[in-house]
Structure formats: C-alpha cells, structure tokens
C-alpha cells in the first residue's frame, strides 16, 4: 500500500493534475495567510505578554495556555454559529468561502503561536529587561526590539504555526464544506478519499502535502541560516 | 444574493462519494450555466445546516427526517428523486452464515447468535436510522443493551466500512457507497435483496420564506431539471464498475 | 621584582576626538535618599540609607563585593523600587521625563544581539532622530570605530564594556551611572574612559561610579561613598576618605583586608 | 446556541453523566500518555539535535520541522496500515484499542515536542556551550543539564503537546475507530455529534473539554509558579 | 591628594581555610603553541603564534583590549581549534584524558540556573564522587558559605566570579586558566584569590592567567606573556617585563597609553 502510494503521488505529480494543483494552491493560500494573520496577532500578544508584569497577566498566560486545546472542530464550529446565514454575521456571505476557512485557522493558530512566542520573548526579556527599564522604553519599542532579537527562535514558532495549519482538517471542513473547485484542499481531500477507502490515494495526497512542507522548511530554514551566518550571535 | 448564478446543496456523502455528482452536475452547469456547490455531510448534519438557511436545496436519504424538516417550514416540498438499496457486507468468510439466509430479520439474528462483529454508524444517519428499525423488527435492542460484539462507530459511511474491515466486522451499507468503496479487502456482499432494504433518496427546496437567502428560482430549476424525465434517464445510466448505483423514481 | 609599578604611570591620556557638543545639561540635579531600605525574600540586603549628594561632580561608591553597590545604583537610577524610603531629585520625585536624563552602564553590560553601531544606533533612534555623526564620535572615542559592523556580541570582554558605554553617552545624558565601568578594559583604555568621565563631568554631566579601583577613584572621584553589608558607613570628599578614612570597614577595604563585623 | 451549549454542559457535568465521565477519562488517559510519551522521545531528540553540531543536523532539524504539517489523518493512516489484520503488525491486534491511540497521537505529537524544544534548548545551550567543553561533559551529561535549566520554559512546549493531543481527532478516530465504550474520546465524540446535527451537544462537549484542559493548565502552571518562585533566576 | 593608594597596602591576606588535598598533580605539562594562528570569518585574529610554557608556574597573559588573549586562552584549553598550528603538552596532542586535568574560569562566567552550591556540585558529581566536604571548604574559600543556597544569577558580580573559581577548583585540575578572574572582585577579595593561586601554584598545579591588572601580575607572576593585535610580542620572566619591557607595545601598555602600530 505504502509503495502504491508513493508510486501514485509520483503519478499524480508528474502528470499536473490541474486539480491537484488547484487543491494545493489552496491549501497553501488558506494556510500561508492564517499563519501570517496569526503571527500578527499571536506574536503581538506573546511579546506583549511577555513584557511586562501587569496584574491578571498570569491569568491570561494560563487561559493562552488552555486555547492550546482548543478542538479544531469547535473552532470551526463557532465560525460556523458566527456566519451560518442565520448567525449574526451571515449577512456577509462568508461561510463555505477560503475567507470563512482562513478565519477559523487564524483563530486555531493564533494561541498556539501567542503561548509559544510569548515564552522565548519572556525568556529573551529576562535578559534584557534592566537595560530596557534603563533606557525607558516605552512598550511597543521594547516589544519590537524584542521580536527582533528573538527572530532566529521565532522562526521555529511560526514553523510551528505553518504546520498546524497545513495539516489541519476539523476547522476548514466545518466552515469550507470540502466544496469541489471552491473550498477543497489537501486535508479535506485526504479526508474525502479516506471516507471512500482509496486509502493509497489518501497517503498519496499526505505524501505530496507533506513534501510541500518539506520545500517549505528548506527554503525557509536556508534563507535562516543564510541569514544567520552573518551571525549576530 | 437571491437567485445568483450558484446554488448551495446539503447533501449526504454515498452520493457525493460515489462520484454521482461528477458524472451528473456538469450536464445541469453547461445548460443552465448555474454552478452547483455541495457539501456532502452525515445526513444530520445536512439537515442541521439546511435549517440554519445554510442550503438551497437539501438531497438526502432519511424520509421520516425531511418529512419533518418540511413540517416544520423549513422545506417547500419534499420529492422522492431515486432509490437503491442497502447491503449488509461481511469478511469473506461469513461467519455467522449470513449469505445462506432468505430475509434480513434472520441475517441479523444470525449475526447476534454467533456473537459476530457488527459495526454500526451510529451517527443518527439515514443507514444507521434503517440499521435500528431492522435489529427494532427482530427485538434485539442495541441501544440499551449494548450487545458486545455491537460496535457504534459513530462515524461517516466510508469511517465505518473501514472501521468493519478492520474489525472484520458486518456492517450495513448503502449499495452505492460500497461499489464505489476502494479498500474492500477481502470483504463481499453477503446479503442483499430484500425488499425492506429500500433506501429512497429524495430532494427538497429549502422554503424561502424562511431563509430569504435562498437562490429560489435557480435552486428550484436544478430540482426541476433532476426530476425531468432526461435527467431520470441520466441517472439511472449512472454506473461503476459495470453496476447501476441508482434507480430513478420520481413521479 | 614586586611593586615597580608607579600608580603615576596610568595617567589618562586625553582623547583627541570631541564628541559633538550637547546643549547644557538641562537641569543641576541634587539627590536625596531618604531612609532607603531594600529586602528580597524576607533577606534585607539594604537598610536605613540617607544620602545627600550634590547636583554635580563625580562620586564613587566602593564597598566589599556583595555589599550593595550594584542595588543601590538601580534605586537611584529608578528600575529598582525600594522596599521603604524615597529617592528625590531636587526634592521631587523622580518621574519618567526626568529619568530620561539619566543611563547607566551595568555591571555586566546587555548587549543587544545586533552590531556594535546598530547597538548606539537603537539608543538614538530611541530618543528621537537618528544622528550617525554622534554615533561615529562615540565609535572613534571608546576606540570601536573598525569594529562598527561587528556583532556586538562576538567583541571582547573589554570592547564589550567600551561599547555599554558608548550606548550610555549617546542618549547624551545628565547623569549617568557606572558600574564597575573599567573592571576589563586595559589600562590604556581605562585612561581613556577617565578622561571621558571627566571632560563630561566638567561641563556639568554628574556621575556616580562603582569601582574596586581605588587608584581611579582617587584620581577622578570627588566623593567617596562607602558601604559596607547595606548600609553606607562612610561619606567623604575623596581626599579625606583616601588620606584617611574613618570606619574600618572602610580602612580594611582599602588595606586589601577583609572586614568582619 | 452558544447559550444552551453552556447550559447543557453544565448539566452534563451535574448530572455526572457515567458515559461523559467514561469519555473524560479515556480523553485524559490517551492524551496524557501520548504526552509523556512524545516527551520522553521529543526532549530526547531536541536535547540530542540541540547539544551539537554533526553532519546532517540541519537537514534533520529542516526534517522534523517539516513533520510538524504530518496531518494526522495521514499518521492515522499509517499506523492503521502497519496494525491493521492484513497489516506488517496486524498479529498485535491492535487496532481499534486505546494503545493505537496512544501509538497514533505520539507520532503526531514527538515532532513538534522535538522541534520546539530543540530551539529552546539551543537558545540555552549558546550561552552555555564554552563551559561545557571546558568541563568535557559528555553528551548525554549537557543533555541532562540542559534540560533540566531549560524546564521552566520547556514547560510551555509540554503544553503545546498536551493542546494537541487533547484537540486532535484525525489520527485517533482512524486508528480508534470512535468505538462507544471502547475508543471513544472528547473529540471523536464531538466530531460524531457535529455529523449528528447536534451542535449544541458537540459545543457542550468542546466546552468541557476546554475546562479540563484550563484545569489542567492551572494546576501545571501553579505548580510552575510557585516552583520559579524560589526564584533560579 | 591623588596617589594617596599604596600599591603594598594590597599584599595578599593569607587565607584560613585549607582545601582539601589532592593527590600530586599527575603529570606535569609542558605547554607547545607551534605557529598558532586563528581566523574567524576571513579576520585574522591570531597569527603566528609561537611559545613554549613551562609544566609549572603562573604565566600571567597581558595586552590590549582585543588583542587576542580570551581566543588564546581558548585554544591552549582545547576547547577552540586554531584555524592553523598545533597545541602541544608534553610534546603530545590533548586528548580528552589529559583535558579532564585543566579547568578554566571565563571572562564572564557562564552559571547554571541553579544555587550556588549546586553550581559546584553539578562539576564534582560529573567528575565522580559527591564531596560535600570539598564543596564546603571551596565556598568557604572563597567567602560564599552564607549565599551556598543562594540561586547563583542572583549573586552580585563579584560574588559570581567568586563562585566560578571555587567551581574551576572543584575539578581538582593540574591546569588553570583564568580569564580575568578578579575583574570585579573587591581588593581584600582579589587577595584572597591571588593566595589560593600562589598555594596552588606552590603545590605544583600550573595556572595561565589573563588579567589587565599589571600590580597583580606582578605580584604572583612568574613570567608573562604579552600580545598585542594577535601576535606575541613579548615572553619574559615577570621580573624582567616589568622592569624593562622590550616591545614599544608592552611599554605603552605598562604606561596606560595606547599603542598604534
Ligand atoms: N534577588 C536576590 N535575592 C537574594 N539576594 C540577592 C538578590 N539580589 C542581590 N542579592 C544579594 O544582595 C547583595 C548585594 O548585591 P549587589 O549586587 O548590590 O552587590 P555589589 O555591592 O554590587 O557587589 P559586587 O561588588 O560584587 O558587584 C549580594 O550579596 C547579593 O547576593
Ligand atoms: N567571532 C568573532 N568574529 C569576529 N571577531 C571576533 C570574534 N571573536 C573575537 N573577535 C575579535 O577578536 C579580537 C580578540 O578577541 P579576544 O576576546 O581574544 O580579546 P581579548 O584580548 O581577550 O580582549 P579583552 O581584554 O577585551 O578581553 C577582538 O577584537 C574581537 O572583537
Ligand atoms: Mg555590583
Ligand atoms: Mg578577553
């Protein structure tokens, strides 16, 4: 079964599927823009937790914590209550659209992004944190100075993100519909030819899904060590 | 958005699964140039999202269901669109006899004297409704007593028939679900043909006036056109592997 | 063999480079501590300091090695809050406008994981426009000027310290706080840094310095302050705490002793 | 919607519903051992990849990061093929038992525990690298060391691991096959509830399961807490 | 009133506690730089580095800020690859036996993120047996007994130090390099530290030290070793380097002036 697969995804490949293609631009589209959206947001909140002692800030520290195990099939089923036609934002026509999917991933992504950073970047202030206080600087200064810094970690944070992403299915089925041509991507597909038993179809699909992400991490992980090589150790 | 160019279809997944609409919704888009989207789902699920306005039309297989969807005015007119039927499949040894046995009530019992596996859907779907009203004939209570060799999946058509193959359990399937069914193993239909395994289809608009988002006029030609004599034929010509999937039946 | 070396030796030798000159400090600050107590963990570690100081001038604090030194100077800098008692400016409390005036150069100097110029540069940019001229004259004058795009983190011990220290004067502040400023830094460069704190402090910049090196606050400190085990037990003008100091902590500290209580 | 999803899982608590508890426990049972167990091979493998500088590293390290997309129904997939009857491991009779599950979310799970603890480890061991050469601790001592100076903030990577074995559906409703009273878990049952219609129910459900994992996530932070406060600093 | 400060005020004070002894180091090391040369990024930092050290003694190793000593230090204690040239003792390659012998104490001391005692523990346990009595004598040594709970990031810099010498004794080592090790250390400190160098020096365990503080090699150095811009520029008996420095470099150094090549 497992060289079938391989065989296949070699297949599938060489003979560029437009369907295939059409399903991976998706996948990556929906999955690139949640990761970059939960960056945004997950690292706005790590760093600014991770700055400075205010009073409930353990509190939310712990609640980041436990979004951690947030299901994605709640996740998506919130979006769906959300935009469902005859949910308060149904007006705006979202559900079963790559934005509806996309929404659902950054709301999955963003604490698992915002515990993470917010570790290494306290980790990072610890070390910085009386030369900041020195300097008076005010927070936004001290959290872009930070993220800066701690960029070569961070990237491993959002490789994390990415992957949580890529590989997603319970939130982007609930609120995509797995609808052919519109809102199909790696995960739901897999997902659909597993439920029909063309189980080397689906490891085929997994295979290509996961040597996308392969591509990926090199490309970005080279262009790290690149960077890092004119080290600011 | 009312009557754009696209309409939204709840469906259930031995449709969508069986590659039916593939075969029969390009012939409806290049006529009419109305896209259709479905999103195949358990049938409850369908139902569910039909009723949050989520659908234009709903095609599913639990009439007492969308009789009650349609009670409740959330559906214009519920139409009987066509039919298959159910199969119980089995590893290939049939332990517990069931390919010898004349009617489904005794296939059943059969299963339950010899302790063999069964694997339910128990998802509350359409099959898993049919699957109760038959152990229901034959006084065997699955639900409350919960027999050991009943295994409740509580999962999708195709989840479940993997789940029965590994298990080398019994399960009940709709017909076109197994055909078009890639991981058989060494699984085969081991009963089939009673007439109480009728498994009826139908297709209903989903009402308007409850959901003034539904693409009326558009949604309503593609149930039209389904249950126009041409389509009827279509459908019926529908086959994998050389066998029929569906049987048209609409009046 | 020992002892040929003549403390007169290590006189400082003038910089040539001026930095760009900065507007007059913009306010004389006096500072007044107020029965400053500090304790961690239940564990006092200072307790029932009062401490006047001028406006102006170079005063160093010296004190046995876990004495207090580096804690006190966080107080008065501000980024430690005592556990009782005030800090005063000009018998106000300090507030962040005011603590804009001030930096300081820890005792183990953080460098930001950037180059050296980039290190100056943050500080600039952080207080208003960017002035790479400033940034070159500090450079040229703590000696970095062809280790500008090193990163910072990979210089030596010494050129480390001579850099926390360029980034202290390049938000070209009032007052200005050393902690053991010199500790690596060769003698040469030592010289040079005395020369800095002097032509600075003669046009009005205040500095308080921690140092172990009695030698250099003999030659450049007005006032000595001295602590010992938290609290301060001796406040002189320099030449009367070196020609003779009056606790004996103090003079056990200078003989190279070890005082106990 | 949201409304009764609350009150129903406040009534599921109260009413100590046997089959919810049945759930709770095994939800907790597979996730917890799934964590352990990616901890023991992800910490190891993060300390391993961490602590020096080999040949093929920084391909390994791009490796395991690139696993972090593995959807689970893809290792799902695997492990079912490997234990399935017709499968290399069939005689095991594995499938469709809590072990599976366990089998399954640990392949899930190790490599984000590896990836995100190598990069904390790393950051760490920059900065204590010269004096463990000095010291010619072997590797398995720096190791040791490492992790142990590294816990406070590995502690977040562990909670990483444990959202994703408490969320994740994919992987063990293939292997588990959602069995009631055998392999059902929280999230296999809120997947079925979502397919039954039954959204409220399947919210209830998420909502409890997110209370154990904030209960969770208190108890191992205040533990943390007050560990750190006896402050190594 | 400058130039109150009398060098001899700071001879060493004999200290009271004796570490536990050890066996005679087992091998004396004779120390073999041939033709070392060290290039980071295509900069030269080292080159053409030539020197023989003798298997006992103190060897104090001066120069500018930058000059190459830390680097140095590193390669003789094996744990930095020159880019060319070998490292002898006793005519042999280190190997990873003769390294357990040698410990070295860093410019800025790495401590675990543990207690002070842990701290030495953690290099007596890894070199065999607990010896709670060894760890006990080395923090009282060096005056730590009452922080040896303490969590060791939070001592005071001298305090650190401190500790990371009592850690680099704990290994019993026949070699010692010392990084500046008394930087930060008050003066009654930096005599107790130079007294445990010169007792363990006395007992045959050989010590190469890096300090800026010309009255300190002076005082316990046998020979020194003076850099300058990555090179030897001069190898001399203590005696006579401060007596008379032959290179114009070590002569500005000994001044306190700069040296421009
Ligand atoms: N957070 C803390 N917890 C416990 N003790 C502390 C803490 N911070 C500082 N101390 C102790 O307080 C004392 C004073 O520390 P401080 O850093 O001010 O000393 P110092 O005078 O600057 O010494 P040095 O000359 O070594 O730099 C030290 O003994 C130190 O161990
Ligand atoms: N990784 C590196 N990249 C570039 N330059 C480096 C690197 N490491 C060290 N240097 C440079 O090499 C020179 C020698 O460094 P080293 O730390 O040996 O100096 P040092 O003699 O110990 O000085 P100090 O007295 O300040 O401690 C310095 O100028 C430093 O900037
Ligand atoms: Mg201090
Ligand atoms: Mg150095």
């Known amino acids: ?233 | 958005v009312a009557d754009s160019k696209q309409i939204l279809v709840q469906s259930t997944t031995s449709t969508a699964n069986s590659g039916f609409y593939k075969y029969l919704l390009p012939m409806f888009e290049t006529q009419t140039g109305i896209k259709v989207n479905v999103v195949a789902v358990g049938t409850g699920q369908a139902i569910r999202n039909a009723r949050n306005c989520d659908a234009d039309v709903l095609l599913v297989h639990a009439k007492a269901a969308e009789d009650a969807f349609v009670a409740d005015g959330f559906g214009v007119e519920r139409f009987d669109l066509m039919y298959n039927d159910f199969v119980i499949i089995g590893p290939a040894g049939d332990p517990a006899n069931v390919s010898k046995q004349s009617d489904i009530h005794n296939a059943l019992k059969n299963i339950s004297t010899v302790n063999a596996l069964f694997a339910s859907r128990g998802d509350n779907s359409g099959t898993h409704k049919k699957e109760q009203s038959l152990w229901h004939a034959i006084n065997i209570n699955t639900e409350a007593v919960k027999p050991s060799w009943y295994r409740s999946t509580g999962s999708g058509m195709g989840a479940t028939i993997n789940t029965a193959i590994g298990l080398g359990a019994y399960t009940l399937t709709d017909r076109a679900t197994w055909i078009s069914f890639k991981n058989k193993d060494d699984f085969k239909i081991q009963f089939q043909g009673d007439p109480k395994l009728f498994n009826q289809y139908g297709v209903t608009l989903v009402n308007p006036e409850k959901c003034p988002s539904v693409s009326q006029h558009s949604a309503q030609q593609f149930i039209d056109w389904l249950l126009s004599k041409k389509t009827q034929q279509s459908i019926a010509a529908f086959a994998v592997d050389g066998e029929q999937l569906f049987y048209p039946n609409a009046k | ?261």
């Not at chain 1, 937790?49 to 996740?75: C, E, K, W, Y």
């Not at chain 1, 063309?198 to 992980?221: F, P």
């Not at chain 3, 001796?234 to 606790?247: K, R, T």
């Open chain 1, 1 to 233: 079964m497992q060289e079938s697969a391989i065989n296949l995804a070699v297949q599938l490949i060489i003979s560029a599927n437009p369907d295939l293609f059409e399903i991976i631009g998706l996948s990556l589209r929906v999955s690139l823009s949640s990761v970059v959206l939960s960056l945004v947001f997950g690292l706005s909140l790590g760093a600014f937790l991770a700055t400075d002692h205010f009073r409930g800030r353990q509190l939310i520290n712990v609640l980041i914590n436990a979004l951690m195990s947030m299901p994605p099939v709640v996740v998506g089923l919130f979006v769906y209550l959300a935009i469902s036609r005859s949910g308060p934002l149904g007006w705006l026509g979202l559900l079963y659209t790559p934005t509806a999917m996309i929404i659902a991933q950054t709301m999955l992504i963003t604490p698992l992004v915002a515990a993470l950073s917010r570790q290494v970047i306290e980790d990072l202030y610890n070390e910085y944190r009386e030369q900041f206080l020195s300097l008076q600087l005010t927070r936004p200064q001290r959290m872009k100075a930070l993220l800066w810094d701690a960029r070569y970690s961070l990237l491993t944070v959002a490789l994390a993100g990415l992957g949580r992403a890529l590989s997603e299915v319970g939130a982007v089925i609930i609120v995509g519909g797995n609808i052919e041509h519109l809102t199909r991507v790696m995960t739901t597909a897999i997902a659909l030819e597993t439920s029909k038993g063309d189980l080397a179809l689906a490891l085929a699909l997994g295979l290509i899904l996961l040597s996308l992400a392969l591509l990926i991490n090199i490309l970005l992980s080279s262009l790290n060590i690149s960077a890092r090589r004119q080290a600011y150790a």
């Open chain 3, 1 to 261: 063999m020992h002892n040929v070396i003549d403390i007169n030796a290590n006189k400082p030798v003038v910089g040539t480079t001026r930095l760009p000159t900065k507007a007059q400090p913009s306010r004389r600050s006096k500072l007044e501590l107020n029965n400053i107590s500090y304790s961690v963990n239940g564990k006092r570690i200072l307790q029932n300091i009062k401490l006047n100081l001028p406006p102006q001038g170079i005063t160093a604090i010296m004190g046995f090695n876990g004495a207090g030194k580096s804690i006190l100077l966080k107080i008065m800098h501000g980024i430690l809050k005592p556990t009782t008692g005030t800090v005063l400016w000009n018998q106000q409390p300090s507030d962040a406008k005011h603590r804009l005036t001030q930096s300081m150069v820890f005792q183990k100097p953080v460098l930001l994981r950037r180059s050296a110029k980039a290190n100056i540069d943050f500080v600039i940019k952080q207080r208003g426009t960017h002035k790479p001229a400033l940034r070159n004259a500090l450079l040229v004058k703590v000696g970095l000027a062809n280790k500008a795009s090193q990163p910072a983190r990979l210089l030596s011990g010494g050129e480390q310290q001579r850099l926390a220290l360029a980034r202290a004067l390049a938000c070209q502040p009032d007052i200005v706080f050393l902690d053991e400023a010199t500790a690596s830094l060769d003698p040469a460069s030592s010289a040079i840094i005395e020369q800095i704190v002097s032509d600075e402090a003669a046009l009005g910049t205040k500095f308080i310095m921690v140092t172990h090196d009695a030698a250099q606050a003999a030659r450049i400190a007005d006032e000595v302050v001295f602590m010992d085990a938290g609290q301060i037990t001796e406040y002189a003008s320099a030449e009367q705490f070196f020609n003779a100091p009056i606790s004996q902590a103090a003079t056990a500290y200078l003989e190279g002793r070890l005082h106990h209580q």
